[in-house]
């Protein structure tokens, strides 16, 4: 494959979301992300996974980056509605979006590759071949974005490339495909140390997929009503 991105036609490209659809309320935003596709171009294919899991951050609270303040380094949380703010998380990438109001995100927990006419076999292919696991083996493709680090390894997705930057829909778009979740998942958002807001459930996951995400909300020792939310 060449490493030269080749831009198909405008005809040709799939539908993205605006810019609008980001700018509104974190949590309401991570509810309506779920079920979405990421694409994202590399050379002649497009990569891309179904978003299954998402978390809300408000500026206010103190599990969020902006709660530190505004730096150069966190300038695209402070940006209007669907800019890109990607960090490094235990040396890998992450994928947020910016929300509605200064300070707010939603960050892309975890998705599930997604392969249709547009993502075909040779995009699985390229993410397996992009996220292999610890021995160099391919992984299970439904473990494949389970994290998110492992959902920007996948997706080719780069820190350095995207940060603080608007969509480009012609190499990097989100994408409403059919169907939307019949069941979401409310819970508490991981690795939050503790004192700084831990107990907020502003993780989302679609319950169809929940075996897939980060870490199962409805594992065994889960109660419904104090450790999660059916909505």
């Known amino acids: 494959m060449s490493n030269l991105t080749v831009r ?3 005809a040709a490209l799939p539908i993205a979301l605006p810019d609008a659809f980001f700018d509104r309320d974190a949590q309401v935003l991570a509810r309506e992300l779920l079920g979405k596709v990421i694409r994202h171009r590399v050379g002649d294919l497009w990569l891309s996974a179904r978003i299954i899991e998402t978390e809300a951050y408000y500026c206010e609270e103190k599990g969020s980056h902006a709660s530190l303040g505004y730096t150069e380094k966190r ?4 940006l209007d509605g669907g800019h890109i703010y990607m960090y490094y998380a235990r040396g890998g990438d992450s994928l947020n979006f910016s929300a509605q109001g200064p300070g707010n995100a939603v960050l892309i927990k975890s998705a599930y590759p997604w392969v249709d006419e547009l993502s075909g076999p040779a995009s699985l292919a390229q993410m397996l071949l992009n996220n292999p696991d610890a ?5 299970p493709s439904q473990k494949l974005c389970a994290g998110q680090t492992l959902l920007c390894k996948s997706l080719g997705l780069k820190v350095p490339v995207w940060d603080a930057k608007r969509f480009d829909h012609e190499v990097l778009l989100v994408q ?3 169907p939307a979740p019949a069941h979401i998942i ?3 958002r991981l690795g939050i140390p503790h004192g700084r807001d831990e107990h ?5 996951v679609d319950a169809a997929y929940a075996p897939y995400c980060t870490r199962n909300p409805l594992r065994r020792g889960q109660v419904e009503g104090r450790d999660y939310f059916l909505l």
């Not at 300038?75 to 402070?78: E, G, I, Q, S």
């Not at 907020?200 to 989302?204: C, G, K, P, S």
């Open 8 to 10: 198909a036609p405008l």
């Open 75 to 78: 300038k695209a949380l402070f």
């Open 135 to 139: 021995q160099g083996r391919p992984r």
């Open 176 to 178: 409403d495909v059919d």
């Open 186 to 188: 409310q819970t508490t």
């Open 200 to 204: 907020l459930m502003y993780r989302f």
